[in-house]
């Protein structure tokens, strides 16, 4: 892997290299992302915590990890993870419940350093967020500087650590925040996005989960070395439209602006259960509750949308997705009660009880980039085409 790793001091002088986005039409984007979020909250909160593995989440036997510190990672601890797993792989874990509230107010702290630095701010949630920081607006002098200003100020404020990522674009960012976790920093500069990207194992690319690795894996594809050897044709013959974003991914092509109104993609609920549920009855009762739940949100957002998806989890842990698209945007909370409906009657009787089930309204009705693409302002901009 080449040498792009960069724990550098607090006081980060200008780069002389720095390229000038005047000059050449790049962007400067940094990704910030808190350094496990919850349980650090919980840890600093608690000082008998610190230093010990901490997972923020339920401890019963339905109970779930929402974030684990990284003491208990070490122990292969990680989010989503059932918790009497969490607790067979980490006897000694220590569970915290979770404190949303005070999670939301730390988030509020770290968002007003960002603003304070620049206007260009996309929070992807409570703890992570990309800036655009293109336009210097302190004078600081260079897109790692600010990012080091930024961390400083963070651990100042909330006396936690955040890692940060500065590149071009905002996959590259992404990426190099996670590669000097925790309390960290990685700089990927113009001209070494595509060999840093082709370096990395195949997993690391945002949107390849398990399954996704392992249908790669069996088409030879293990690194972004490997899958920069596809064309795009091949690329779009085994993953459909996914290709063409792994196609620019493995080049390290990535032309979306950092957007201040991030658009909501779907809008939905869940319940896990105390007990596991079988009965039809009950199933179809859980399924009003929730239908209610998801369509007061809807309303509070003034969405239409055209697929409804109901989620199911087993007490096998299996998860189970169907979902109906319609022509049209669903409007009236008759319609979507009677979808969700009929996709619930098509799966009974069901092959085992569950202990979850979710409900969400996607393919909302507006003009949305669906994450992947390009950004339309740069299809024609020469010089974001050298990215």
């Given at each position: 892997?080449?040498?792009?790793?960069?724990?550098?001091s607090?006081?980060?002088?200008?780069?002389?290299?720095?390229?000038?986005?005047?000059?050449t039409?790049?962007?400067?984007i940094?990704?910030?992302?808190?350094d496990a979020?919850?349980a650090?909250v919980?840890?600093?909160d608690?000082?008998?915590l610190?230093?010990?593995?901490?997972?923020v989440?339920?401890?019963?036997?339905?109970?779930?990890?929402?974030?684990a510190?990284?003491?208990a990672?070490?122990?292969g601890?990680?989010s989503?993870?059932?918790?009497?797993t969490?607790?067979?792989?980490?006897?000694?874990?220590?569970?915290?419940?979770?404190?949303?509230?005070?999670?939301r107010?730390?988030?509020?702290?770290?968002?007003?350093?960002?603003?304070?630095?620049t206007p260009?701010?996309?929070?992807?949630?409570?703890?992570?967020?990309?800036?655009?920081?293109t336009?210097?607006?302190?004078?600081?002098?260079?897109?790692?500087?600010?990012a080091q200003a930024?961390?400083r100020?963070?651990?100042?404020?909330t006396?936690l650590?955040?890692?940060?990522?500065v590149s071009?674009n905002?996959?590259?960012?992404?990426?190099?925040?996670?590669?000097n976790?925790p309390?960290?920093?990685c700089v990927i500069?113009?001209g070494?996005?595509?060999?840093?990207?082709q370096?990395l194992?195949?997993?690391?690319f945002?949107?390849v989960?398990p399954?996704?690795?392992e249908?790669?894996a069996r088409?030879g594809?293990?690194?972004?070395a490997?899958?920069?050897?596809k064309?795009?044709?091949w690329?779009?013959r085994n993953?459909?439209s996914?290709?063409?974003?792994?196609?620019?991914?493995?080049?390290g092509i990535?032309?979306r602006?950092?957007?201040?109104?991030r658009i909501r993609?779907?809008?939905?609920?869940?319940?896990?259960?105390?007990e596991?549920?079988?009965?039809?009855?009950?199933?179809?009762?859980?399924l009003e509750r929730?239908?209610?739940?998801?369509?007061?949100?809807?309303?509070?957002k003034?969405?239409k949308?055209?697929t409804?998806t109901?989620?199911?989890?087993?007490?096998?842990?299996?998860?189970?997705?169907?979902?109906?698209?319609?022509?049209?945007p669903?409007?009236?909370?008759?319609?979507f009660?009677?979808?969700?409906?009929?996709i619930?009657?098509d799966?009974?009787?069901l092959?085992?009880?569950?202990r979850?089930m979710?409900?969400?309204l996607?393919?909302?009705?507006?003009?949305?980039?669906?994450?992947?693409?390009?950004?339309?302002?740069g299809?024609d901009?020469?010089?974001?085409s050298?990215?």
């Amino acid at each position: 892997m080449p040498n792009l790793d960069r724990s550098v001091s607090a006081e980060t002088e200008q780069d002389e290299n720095e390229v000038q986005p005047e000059a050449t039409g790049l962007r400067k984007i940094i990704h910030i992302d808190m350094d496990a979020f919850f349980a650090s909250v919980e840890q600093r909160d608690n000082p008998e915590l610190r230093g010990k593995p901490v997972a923020v989440g339920g401890s019963s036997g339905r109970g779930v990890v929402a974030a684990a510190s990284y003491e208990a990672r070490k122990f292969g601890v990680r989010s989503a993870m059932p918790s009497v797993t969490a607790k067979r792989k980490c006897p000694d874990l220590i569970f915290c419940k979770s404190r949303f509230d005070v999670y939301r107010e730390v988030s509020e702290q770290i968002r007003a350093i960002f603003h304070h630095h620049t206007p260009h701010v996309e929070p992807l949630s409570l703890d992570e967020a990309y800036l655009d920081v293109t336009e210097d607006r302190h004078g600081i002098g260079s897109a790692t500087a600010i990012a080091q200003a930024i961390r400083r100020e963070i651990r100042e404020t909330t006396r936690l650590t955040a890692s940060a990522g500065v590149s071009y674009n905002k996959f590259l960012a992404k990426l190099a925040s996670d590669q000097n976790k925790p309390d960290g920093i990685c700089v990927i500069r113009p001209g070494m996005g595509a060999a840093f990207v082709q370096s990395l194992p195949i997993r690391r690319f945002h949107g390849v989960g398990p399954k996704g690795a392992e249908k790669m894996a069996r088409l030879g594809i293990e690194t972004g070395a490997d899958l920069a050897e596809k064309d795009r044709e091949w690329l779009a013959r085994n993953f459909g439209s996914f290709g063409d974003y792994l196609y620019r991914a493995a080049r390290g092509i990535d032309l979306r602006p950092v957007r201040t109104n991030r658009i909501r993609k779907s809008i939905g609920g869940e319940r896990t259960f105390s007990e596991d549920i079988s009965a039809e009855s009950d199933l179809r009762d859980t399924l009003e509750r929730i239908i209610d739940i998801v369509w007061e949100r809807i309303e509070a957002k003034k969405a239409k949308g055209r697929t409804i998806t109901l989620k199911l989890k087993f007490n096998d842990f299996q998860i189970a997705t169907r979902a109906r698209s319609q022509p049209h945007p669903v409007g009236e909370k008759e319609e979507f009660a009677r979808i969700a409906r009929t996709i619930l009657d098509d799966e009974l009787p069901l092959p085992m009880p569950i202990r979850l089930m979710g409900l969400t309204l996607s393919n909302l009705d507006r003009d949305d980039n669906d994450g992947r693409g390009e950004d339309k302002r740069g299809r024609d901009n020469p010089q974001l085409s050298l990215l």
